[in-house]
């Protein structure tokens, strides 16, 4: 009896947080909205001002019972993030451009790992043997980007079905791959070579065999899945337990993943989603899924987020304040310069090459979610996680403004459509 009451004691702690959270999310992501800005920095704002009750003296609601049940919620969502990241990637887009998205997504990907691993050179540690990894982490995080506010502002001006709109959305598509797969990399190097074993290099050689394992039995058993998957779509069309036996494949892969092969579980989620890619129900499982993930697992993520970010502050030194500012700086410039040179090394003209990198520089939920599993194998400080939160905001608004100035010759400013983007707009990618 005592067990029980316990339990719904710790169940009853997390419901007024909840309910804080999803009120809160809801509506500073209708706010979000409506000045053209993605409702990811709502739910995020949200986790901020959620977070300052935690600096009330004796407060209750944000306790440690809550937390950890906030935070369970919130692994839960990243799962379902990353599985909708992956029925969302178009991979017969990628074929259309070939090379240029490969070149562009590459040298998009080396410019930010090298900036950030170069900048992380002046915390403590330097670039000493014992801190590559967490150099490694830091550029890692700068890999990733979102294209959401690039895609609605392209729509809005008429450019994207244009050659670089088509360009940039394709290698946005290959960035989230290649950076999946590095994050899930470093993070196995990262306790093979931390770890108590004697024989450090056969531990690294066995995390390149567990990776290629992994691909090898994800896209193996995912093409068997997606004939499966396949068969019920023509027998059952638009039914509801498609989107639950994918829910069932995303959740097995990500367990699969970390458990059996060392990977990180949103690696596994990811890969889920794309072998379920480009199929007849993809559409539907992807709007069953978003509307699971939305109701709760996804809003109570970027709270926690901002929440833990809030926190973070007190343990924020001088110097990780000046690695801070440079992190955001090398972030901007790495997608800027990276993408920017990948679109002329394939001869686009200069402005064209310009939009490219400014379109890659924009940054969301991917950016979090590798910065938290990070954070979470110990690899780098929480502290970061305030000047990622600032360098969302800060990409969100440059990036719409700087591609419309760039346009403003081309189509004349009495020509360019006033509407915000509308919701449909700004979710064709997150």
Same mark, same amino acid.
């Given at each position: 009896?005592?067990?029980?009451?316990?339990?719904?004691?710790?169940?009853?702690?997390?419901?007024?947080?909840?309910?804080?959270?999803?009120?809160?999310?809801?509506?500073?992501?209708?706010?979000?909205?409506?000045?053209?800005?993605?409702?990811?920095?709502?739910?995020?704002?949200?986790?901020?001002?959620?977070?300052?009750?935690?600096?009330?003296?004796?407060?209750?609601?944000?306790?440690?019972?809550?937390?950890?049940?906030?935070?369970?919620?919130?692994?839960?969502?990243?799962?379902?993030?990353?599985?909708?990241?992956?029925?969302?990637?178009?991979?017969?887009?990628?074929?259309?451009?070939?090379?240029?998205?490969?070149?562009?997504?590459?040298?998009?990907?080396?410019?930010?790992?090298?900036?950030?691993?170069?900048?992380?050179?002046?915390?403590?540690?330097?670039?000493?043997?014992?801190?590559?990894?967490?150099?490694?982490?830091?550029?890692?995080?700068?890999?990733?980007?979102?294209?959401?506010?690039?895609?609605?502002?392209?729509?809005?001006?008429?450019?994207?079905?244009?050659?670089?709109?088509?360009?940039?959305?394709?290698?946005?598509?290959?960035?989230?791959?290649?950076?999946?797969?590095?994050?899930?990399?470093?993070?196995?190097?990262?306790?093979?070579?931390?770890?108590?074993?004697?024989?450090?290099?056969?531990?690294?050689?066995?995390?390149?065999?567990?990776?290629?394992?992994?691909?090898?039995?994800?896209?193996?058993?995912?093409?068997?899945?997606?004939?499966?998957?396949?068969?019920?779509?023509?027998?059952?069309?638009?039914?509801?337990?498609?989107?639950?036996?994918?829910?069932?494949?995303?959740?097995?892969?990500?367990?699969?993943?970390?458990?059996?092969?060392?990977?990180?579980?949103?690696?596994?989620?990811?890969?889920?989603?794309?072998?379920?890619?480009?199929?007849?129900?993809?559409?539907?499982?992807?709007?069953?899924?978003?509307?699971?993930?939305?109701?709760?697992?996804?809003?109570?993520?970027?709270?926690?987020? =901002? %929440?833990? $970010?809030? /926190?973070?502050?007190?343990? !924020?030194?001088?110097?990780?304040? #000046?690695?801070?500012? &440079?992190?955001? +700086?090398?972030?901007?410039?790495?997608?800027?310069?990276?993408?920017?040179?990948?679109?002329?090394?394939?001869?686009?003209?200069?402005?064209?090459?310009?939009?490219?990198?400014?379109?890659?520089?924009?940054?969301?939920?991917?950016?979090?979610?590798?910065?938290?599993?990070?954070?979470?194998? =110990? %690899?780098? $400080?929480? /502290?970061?996680?305030?000047? !990622?939160?600032?360098?969302?905001? #800060?990409?969100?608004? &440059?990036?719409? +403004?700087?591609?419309?100035?760039?346009?403003?010759?081309?189509?004349?400013?009495?020509?360019?459509?006033?509407?915000?983007?509308?919701?449909?707009?700004?979710?064709?990618?997150?």
């Amino acid at each position: 009896m005592f067990y029980e009451t316990a339990q719904t004691m710790e169940v009853f702690e997390v419901l007024l947080p909840l309910a804080l959270i999803l009120c809160l999310s809801k509506l500073l992501s209708i706010g979000a909205r409506k000045i053209g800005i993605p409702q990811v920095i709502g739910m995020l704002a949200t986790g901020i001002l959620l977070g300052c009750l935690t600096f009330i003296p004796n407060q209750t609601i944000f306790g440690t019972t809550a937390m950890e049940g906030i935070s369970f919620i919130a692994e839960i969502g990243v799962i379902l993030i990353m599985f909708s990241a992956g029925l969302e990637t178009n991979l017969k887009q990628v074929k259309e451009t070939g090379k240029e998205s490969i070149v562009i997504t590459l040298l998009g990907v080396l410019f930010p790992l090298g900036f950030g691993f170069l900048v992380s050179g002046i915390l403590p540690g330097g670039y000493g043997i014992d801190y590559i990894f967490r150099n490694l982490f830091y550029g890692v995080i700068l890999t990733a980007t979102s294209v959401s506010v690039t895609v609605a502002t392209l729509k809005e001006l008429g450019k994207l079905n244009s050659k670089i709109g088509t360009a940039i959305v394709s290698a946005a598509i290959l960035d989230d791959i290649l950076g999946v797969i590095i994050l899930s990399v470093v993070v196995s190097l990262n306790g093979a070579i931390h770890g108590n074993s004697a024989n450090i290099g056969m531990d690294i050689a066995m995390v390149f065999v567990k990776t290629i394992l992994f691909f090898v039995f994800a896209i193996s058993l995912g093409i068997l899945l997606r004939i499966v998957f396949k068969k019920l779509s023509n027998r059952y069309d638009h039914h509801r337990r498609l989107p639950i036996f994918g829910l069932a494949m995303a959740f097995f892969f990500a367990y699969a993943a970390e458990a059996w092969f060392g990977i990180a579980d949103i690696t596994g989620a990811f890969f889920a989603g794309l072998m379920l890619s480009g199929s007849r129900d993809t559409d539907y499982i992807e709007r069953r899924t978003d509307i699971a993930s939305y109701m709760i697992f996804t809003p109570v993520f970027f709270a926690k987020v =901002g %929440i833990t $970010s809030l /926190s973070s502050f007190s343990s !924020i030194d001088g110097p990780f304040v #000046l690695f801070g500012f &440079l992190f955001i +700086i090398a972030g901007i410039l790495g997608k800027l310069i990276g993408c920017g040179v990948g679109a002329k090394v394939c001869k686009n003209s200069w402005k064209d090459s310009y939009r490219c990198g400014l379109g890659m520089m924009c940054r969301a939920e991917v950016c979090l979610i590798c910065a938290n599993k990070g954070i979470a194998a =110990g %690899i780098i $400080s929480a /502290s970061i996680q305030p000047f !990622i939160l600032v360098l969302i905001l #800060l990409t969100s608004l &440059l990036t719409p +403004i700087l591609l419309k100035q760039s346009y403003k010759k081309e189509i004349g400013e009495m020509d360019l459509p006033t509407s915000i983007p509308s919701k449909e707009d700004s979710n064709l990618i997150q």
